[in-house]
């Protein structure tokens, strides 16, 4: 084992430096005690998950590698440790030390959790990263977390979402009515106030639904995990989306372990879950590329939202923000929070980058 080696200049030898004296003292000493940490996390996603499982599985060899193997994160998949969607209590209660997962499943004990998710026709990947890191996002997250000892790192990000699969073309709002969709989160309520039927199912039980017309239409992520789950197989229509523009992954910690971790530590994970953070949101862009490359040649019918619906939705987000901000004080803090801000960037992104983007379309 490699042994790391200290040097110190003594107390003494500073004063005499400072008082621009004669030669240094140095006393030297080495640690031989190599520390040995064991981290458990749990995930939300199955084994061997693309994209999302990959980052966390990378995250964590790179957490053993820079830690020269003092630090061993040992991650599970959903249901090995704990069911995918009870991993925010068993790490608030301790039984495991850290989960991955995303902060929109939370909604139920804080509907603010679902802001820090991201909302509809809100921030792309790009503009979320900023809010959390330099317009107070993380800090407010971490204090609302703090309630349930747990400390949140950023874990990654979505990326722009894919509307959903549709079985039959939606031209106006009429088409919407009634129709049954499976959509979770603040897009689901905003698609329910235009007359959807939001609907929540497990991952495995989405595709038979939409074979069989149980379901007329689903959202899930984007082309290359969408491409996995075989929907263009059942439904041809494939939308543009508005209601998850650049969905946060989270990487959380139990509070107390976290604050029991070395400083050194504590700031290797930070850098490691950084990069998790940033090198997600390239591989789904690479990824989905290649997956939407490949689903134009299967047939599949590329659509974006009418206006009609458009505007619609837009009104609707309104009226959802402004129903959870009468009901819960947290909404309507961290709302207001992100509303300047959100404002603030977008000016700057449709200037620089829809600007741009408009100037040469794909
Ligand atoms: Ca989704």
């Given at each position: 084992?490699?042994?790391?080696?200290?040097?110190?200049?003594?107390?003494?030898?500073?004063?005499?430096?400072?008082?621009?004296?004669?030669?240094?003292?140095?006393?030297?000493?080495?640690?031989?005690?190599?520390?040995?940490?064991?981290?458990?996390?749990?995930?939300?996603?199955?084994?061997?998950?693309?994209?999302?499982?990959?980052?966390?599985?990378?995250?964590?060899?790179?957490?053993?590698?820079?830690?020269?193997?003092?630090?061993?994160?040992?991650?599970?998949?959903?249901?090995?440790?704990?069911?995918?969607?009870?991993?925010?209590?068993?790490?608030?209660?301790?039984?495991?030390?850290?989960?991955?997962?995303?902060?929109?499943?939370?909604?139920?004990?804080?509907?603010?959790?679902?802001?820090?998710?991201?909302?509809?026709?809100?921030?792309?990947?790009?503009?979320?990263?900023?809010?959390?890191?330099?317009?107070?996002?993380?800090?407010?997250?971490?204090?609302?977390?703090?309630?349930?000892?747990?400390?949140?790192?950023?874990?990654?990000?979505?990326?722009?979402?894919?509307?959903?699969w549709?079985r039959?073309?939606?031209?106006?709002?009429?088409?919407?009515?009634?129709?049954?969709?499976?959509?979770?989160?603040?897009?689901?309520?905003?698609?329910?106030?235009?007359?959807?039927?939001?609907?929540?199912?497990?991952?495995?039980?989405i595709y038979t639904a939409l074979d069989r017309?149980?379901?007329?239409?689903t959202?899930?992520?984007?082309?290359?995990?969408d491409i996995k789950m075989g929907f263009y197989k059942v439904a041809k229509y494939y939308?543009?989306?508005?209601?998850?523009?650049?969905?946060?992954?989270?990487?959380?910690?139990?509070?107390?372990?976290?604050?029991?971790?070395?400083?050194?530590?504590?700031?290797?994970?930070?850098?490691?879950?950084?990069?998790?953070?940033?090198?997600?949101?390239?591989?789904?862009?690479?990824?989905?590329?290649?997956?939407?490359?490949k689903l134009?040649t299967l047939g599949v019918q590329?659509?974006?939202?009418?206006?009609?619906?458009?505007?619609?939705?837009?009104?609707?987000?309104?009226?959802?923000?402004?129903?959870?901000?009468?009901?819960?004080?947290?909404?309507?803090?961290?709302?207001?929070?992100?509303?300047?801000?959100?404002?603030?960037?977008?000016?700057?992104?449709?200037?620089?980058?829809?600007?741009?983007?408009?100037?040469?379309?794909?």
């Open positions: 084992m490699k042994r790391r080696t200290f040097l110190l200049a003594s107390a003494a030898t500073t004063a005499s430096m400072l008082a621009g004296c004669k030669r240094q003292e140095v006393h030297s000493f080495s640690v031989s005690k190599r520390r040995k940490i064991t981290l458990k996390l749990a995930t939300s996603w199955p084994a061997n998950f693309p994209i999302m499982g990959e980052g966390v599985e990378e995250f964590a060899k790179r957490v053993y590698e820079a830690s020269d193997g003092e630090v061993q994160i040992k991650v599970f998949a959903k249901n090995l440790l704990v069911p995918a969607l009870q991993v925010f209590d068993a790490c608030s209660a301790g039984q495991i030390d850290a989960f991955h997962s995303g902060p929109y499943y939370w909604k139920g004990k804080n509907p603010a959790f679902a802001l820090f998710g991201g909302f509809p026709f809100g921030f792309t990947s790009n503009e979320m990263n900023a809010w959390m890191l330099y317009g107070g996002g993380l800090e407010l997250w971490r204090e609302l977390y703090g309630k349930y000892n747990l400390y949140p790192l950023l874990g990654g990000n979505t990326d722009v979402q894919m509307g959903g549709f039959k073309e939606i031209k106006s709002l009429k088409d919407l009515k009634g129709l049954k969709m499976r959509i979770p989160g603040l897009g689901g309520e905003v698609m329910a106030k235009l007359g959807v039927n939001a609907i929540l199912l497990a991952a495995g039980e017309g149980t379901i007329d239409a959202e899930w992520v984007g082309p290359a995990l939308y543009s989306g508005f209601h998850e523009p650049g969905s946060v992954l989270e990487l959380t910690f139990n509070k107390k372990r976290w604050e029991s971790l070395p400083k050194d530590i504590q700031t290797l994970i930070t850098s490691c879950a950084n990069e998790m953070n940033a090198k997600m949101v390239y591989n789904f862009q690479a990824k989905n590329a290649e997956a939407l490359k134009k590329l659509r974006k939202w009418p206006e009609e619906i458009v505007q619609a939705a837009q009104k609707a987000l309104f009226e959802v923000i402004h129903e959870q901000s009468a009901k819960s004080a947290d909404f309507k803090r961290v709302w207001q929070n992100i509303e300047p801000f959100w404002m603030e960037n977008r000016a700057w992104t449709s200037l620089g980058l829809k600007n741009y983007l408009e100037m040469r379309d794909g």
